[in-house]
């Protein structure tokens, strides 16, 4: 399995904007999808965004259309997530994932992603 490392979580207000890292190694990376999902307190985790292995598909949540954008550098084995004009509600502990064998041709779910990260904090005030 792929080892993922999230990284560029923090506090941030309203309106702000904060761009999450996600390290890969111990696979090479080219031959994972990955995705974004978010877990926020007393809620269940839920989909943000995902890419295929080239990062030319992706799939985004209708509440962060517009606003977050996916992307990955498979010669640096990392993709990113780019949040642009953040609201509290995105306030979240955030969630990379891989997986091989999920083909970027449906709308993912958390069974798609067989690898997780720890996840990393973000915090919008208001």
């Known amino acids: 399995q792929v080892h993922l490392d999230e990284s560029g979580g923090g506090l941030v207000q309203a309106g702000g904007s904060l761009r999450l890292s996600c390290a890969a190694s111990?696979?090479?990376?080219?031959?994972?999808?990955t995705g974004w999902f978010r877990q926020a307190p007393g809620k269940e985790r839920e989909f943000v965004a995902a890419?295929?292995?080239?990062?030319?598909?992706?799939y985004y949540a209708d509440s962060v259309k517009g606003r977050f954008t996916i992307s990955r550098d498979n010669t640096k084995n990392t993709a990113y997530l780019q949040m642009d004009n953040l609201k509290p509600e995105d306030t979240a502990v955030y969630y990379c994932?891989?997986?091989?064998?999920?083909?970027?041709?449906?709308?993912?779910?958390?069974?798609?992603?067989?690898?997780w990260g720890q996840g990393t904090q973000v915090t919008v005030s208001s």
């Open positions: 994932a891989a997986d091989r064998y999920y083909m970027s041709t449906y709308y993912p779910t958390q069974a798609d992603f067989g690898s």
């Open positions: 111990g696979r090479p990376f080219s031959v994972y999808a």
């Open positions: 890419c295929s292995r080239s990062g030319s598909i992706t």
